[in-house]
């Protein structure tokens, strides 16, 4: 079966509610292919050694969380960048990103996905004026550091850098994921005992232990494989495509 391309990404920009964000790079079609679509690869991060997996794999739509096209970053189609392009648009595959919109959605987004690789129970929101986005939870019972740090190591094959706040068991969490480590006041706001996010800066030393929060840096690549992979199966479920999600290793 097939989709035409703009009928997809209208469908997409509603169901992730694009309209609602003000993000950092344009959501939705950030390079035009081919409008009729049977095959969607989804990764994490539209780098050049996955867009040559697309080529390989004969995708007509490649869809990632990290795309182009970032506030700041040179204009130029030039360098690494023109590269990249320049290979979507002599093999006519379209790129599309969601970023902001992915992290938040309810079901398919990367914190709600997080959340269930962990086992968490989902409480509330993260959100306030200073800090949007993020989710907060529990665990099913108490666990030390060490046994939460296993955990992790576990479910998303990789193991945390623990900054330690406290010495207390830990079972309320606050979680954002990707490169969200300034939501540790948000989490000390909230008196939780830990909080989740994917990287880390030495500040957040500091921060973790005059804050009496733990803080858990899991990786950004790691707690954000989950949302784009779902939403590449629920386009699958949705529209009779075939799909497939290429995770790209990555340490960060």
């Given amino acids: 079966m097939s989709v035409n391309r703009d009928q997809l990404i209208r469908l997409l920009d509603e169901l992730l509610k694009?309209?609602?964000?003000?993000?950092?790079?344009p959501n939705g079609l950030q390079v035009e292919g081919r409008s009729e679509i049977t095959r969607v690869m989804t990764g994490v991060t539209a780098s050049q050694?996955?867009?040559?997996?697309?080529?390989?794999?004969?995708?007509d739509l490649l869809l990632v969380h990290h795309g182009y096209f970032w506030k700041g970053e040179p204009l130029p189609l030039t360098g690494m960048k023109g590269r990249r392009v320049k290979t979507l648009m002599q093999n006519d595959i379209n790129l599309v990103a969601y970023h902001l919109p992915l992290d938040a959605h309810p079901q398919l987004g990367n914190n709600q996905k997080l959340a269930e690789v962990l086992g968490l129970e989902v409480t509330g929101v993260m959100d306030s004026p200073s800090w949007p986005l993020g989710l907060t939870g529990r665990l099913p019972e108490p666990l030390s550091a060490q046994a939460l740090s296993e955990l992790v190591t576990e479910k998303l094959k990789r193991p945390p850098l623990h900054l330690a706040g406290h010495e207390?068991?830990?079972?309320?969490?606050?979680?954002?994921?990707?490169?969200?480590?300034?939501?540790?006041?948000?989490a000390a706001e909230l008196g939780v005992d830990a909080y989740i996010s994917g990287e880390v800066s030495e500040k957040t030393l500091h921060e973790a232990r005059e804050l009496g929060v733990d803080?858990?840096?899991?990786?950004?690549?790691?707690?954000?494989?989950?949302?784009?992979?779902?939403?590449?199966?629920?386009?699958?479920?949705?529209?009779?495509?075939?799909?497939?999600?290429?995770?790209?290793?990555?340490p960060v």
């Fill in 49 to 59: 050694a996955l867009v040559d997996r697309a080529v390989e794999w004969g995708a």
């Fill in 215 to 250: 803080y858990f840096a899991c990786g950004h690549h790691a707690t954000e494989r989950y949302g784009v992979k779902a939403l590449g199966e629920w386009i699958a479920e949705q529209e009779g495509v075939e799909q497939v999600f290429v995770d790209l290793d990555n």
């Fill in 168 to 186: 207390k068991p830990i079972q309320t969490l606050a979680w954002c994921t990707g490169s969200a480590e300034g939501g540790i006041y948000r």
């Fill in 18 to 25: 694009v309209v609602d964000f003000k993000d950092y790079a």
